[in-house]
């Protein structure tokens, strides 16, 4: 985004911090601040995770106003990487409608990924994608219950120009807990990607799908043992791509074993995911049709993660992890991630009394 655009945005944000105080005589002011430092140093031997390292701050001021259960929220992302250049910098707009209830709430605009009740999984969106991507651009629905949980949200990546192609994504994903050390879940996935606005017949492209289901059965035996967590997912992803008009539907098939366990401030993640390789058109599209973890495009792949929380409480959570992909061929790979999630919100007094811990930006 240009400087003038900036201006834009910074000027928008003045006049409803001038209009925000008659208003919310009536009803009550919403506000966030959120700072997140990013530092992610990847060496990796994989072809298609090519090493780097990135090192960035993002600044996301929101103010707005709240009527019972509703609210209207404006911000702006400011992401600078550690290099002091405008140029490099990028400022996303945070404007939403929210509606929220303890059983049922949606939200409607550009609005925060820490909104959703689970993060999305690595096959669906990268760890990186958390950072520089901050906001889902388009609405989200949510039910909540004591059996568990049910969400589904469509993020528009992006709308038909003469040069851009139309990409959306369509993600349902939910759990429902048996008993108390017994789980279901899983999530279904559509990534489409279509055609440009006004597309030249030289340069004539073809309509895109890549649709994903993961299915899981789990245990939690958080209780049973000493540890703080406990948990182990086994499930299955299946993949579906085509472009249409010139590949039938590629399929894959892969048996994938989720292991989780933490101890006070220190936590293990082991992730083993084996079969045929998914991302078939990973080669032609990359990014612009796949979100998730170019490591799916691997036979199998084993990512263990060992991480530790240096703070971790109502304001701050600062995360620090050493990561390990093992891909065919001997590829091994490492990264070195350290986070920090600094956030303060109109309800920061009640969140610190009730011990209520944030959670961190993955």
Known sequence: MSLRRLYGCCILLVLVLCLLPGMARAQSLLWSAECVPYFDN????????????????????????????????????????????????????????????????????????????????????????????????????????????????????????????????????????????????????MNHLARAKEEQPEHTTHVTDNLMIRPYVGVNLSHYTPLDSLTLRCGYLATFDRERGVTDWLVSHAFVVDLTLEWRFLGLRNKFCYGTAAQPLYDQFATLLYQGDAYYTAAWHDRLDVYGYIFRNSFVNCYASVGFYFTPGGNIGCRQVLTVRAYIDQDFKARHKSGNRIRNIF
Not at 116 to 136: G, Q
Not at 143 to 156: F, M, N, P, Q, T
Request: glycine share 8%; hydrophobic share 40%.
């Open 42 to 189: 990847r060496e990796y031997t994989y072809a298609r995770t090519p090493s780097e390292t990135l090192f960035a701050t993002r600044l996301s001021p929101t103010i707005g106003v709240g009527f019972g259960n509703h609210s209207i929220v404006a911000g702006v992302s400011w992401i600078q990487p550690i290099d002091s250049r405008w140029d490099e910098a990028t400022f996303k707009p945070t404007i939403y409608y929210r509606y929220d209830t303890p059983e049922f709430a949606m939200s409607m605009g550009l609005f925060p990924r820490t909104q959703l009740i689970e993060p999305l999984d690595d096959f669906i969106a990268s760890d990186s994608l958390a950072f520089f991507s901050p906001n889902i651009q388009g609405a989200l629905f949510q039910h909540r219950s004591k059996l568990g949980y049910v969400e589904a949200l469509c993020d528009w990546r992006g709308l038909p120009t003469r040069t851009t192609r139309e990409a959306f994504m369509v993600v349902a994903q939910g759990r429902i807990n048996i008993t108390p050390y017994l789980f279901v879940g899983g999530a279904v996935v």
